[in-house]
């Protein structure tokens, strides 16, 4: 069970570029009240979020509903009982939020819960802590420092925990009143300095990222993938590790310091779908990450033509003035400043718009993306300049993420050579 969750907290970290999707669901166990509780989580049920809210797990109204019915089948005298949620925080603090706390008021207002905090990093770590909400109040943040989230780890806490003492013998209150600043005292300065150790320890082990021109191209049903094997970091690695998304599943390979100088990986896919994600270590060098993401459109499923969203591509032109996008999916050229040929689109993605969030478009919206394109065709960048509502900004968002999986052919000097050039491509949505 450590293992899904942490597999799915990773996965939807990796899902989105920079901020990543967050997951939720219930835990099933049990609560034996006493002096000590004894808490026993044996199972956990994800309950799905459509983020119409965005990337957060911010359950909404179809989603309450259906976290209600989860609740309202759960049988008291069962063996597993619901005793309490778990949610992952994509980067940013362990901390329960507004939305949090009034979730766990909602539902689990009466009696004991746990909820347990998930906090993935593009290493692939995961840390937790856990919060202890009593008849719905909820603290402002967990009592104890975040663990890592191994199942080795806590399987090796669990066997070498020392058993419960005996309760000792009552103490006089005038004795209890005497000392009973001492231990508050060391409480918070334990709390502060492992509140200071841990934030120290998740800038200095958390990958930054880096332009590792990571790159892929089709090799015999492999996929080959290259990144700059003259790059600092990978001169300087001791070791790396790649992620690599294949559809349903995850694998996590390490690669020596010989593999990353080699500059590149065959790997054989198993869907056309797969995300990889590769981070560098080493004794002189801060971590370093990079992202891919390779989609086959011969494998991918089309969209339906009524929620399909369009594209449509507009050169940059040495006129400032950006020309009206045609309808439907053609694209229109214009000649660019150094280019004699533009480039071309051979591979396409459109954004994957969620039913919840598609039913409040009331009418068609257009979001430009521009895009700088490598000399090999690769797009280095993509932004979106235009501002509006959070619905436009969550389109935005999308349209930016699959921009960045659009490939081209290069555009060309007169002389033949290839270039670097920017494009303006115009995403529609619809209903």
Known sequence: MVEELRNRAIEGLLSLPKRGREIGGLLLGKIEPGNV???????????PCEH???PSYVLSAPDRGLLGSELARARPEASLAVIGLYRSY????LALDAPDRDLIQKFFGQGDSVFLLLEPVPSGECL???AFPHDGQVPAEPPYPPFRFEAEELAAGEQSAPAQP??????PRTARRKHFWLPLIACIAASIGAALIYELWKMASEPQFAVLHLDASQNAGQLQLAWNRLAPPVILASHGVL??????SQKRIQLSAADLRSGKYL???EHPDVLFHIAIYGPAVKPWSDSLRVMSVASSPALPAASRPQSTIAETAPEPARPSPHSGEASRVAEPRVAATVPVAVHEVQPTIPDGIRSRIESPVVVPVEVHISESGRVTSAVSSSSGDGLYRYLADEAVTAARSWQFTPARARDGRPVASSKTIEFVFRQ
């Open 243 to 248: 992620l690599v998304t294949d559809g349903p």
């Open 128 to 130: 937790a802590a856990f």
């Open 267 to 269: 790997y054989r896919p």
């Open 90 to 93: 994509c980067r940013r603090e």
């Open 37 to 47: 509780a004894a808490v026993s989580i044996e199972a956990a049920r994800e309950i």
């Open 166 to 171: 005996a309760a000792p013998a009552p103490v």
């Open 52 to 54: 119409r809210f965005g």
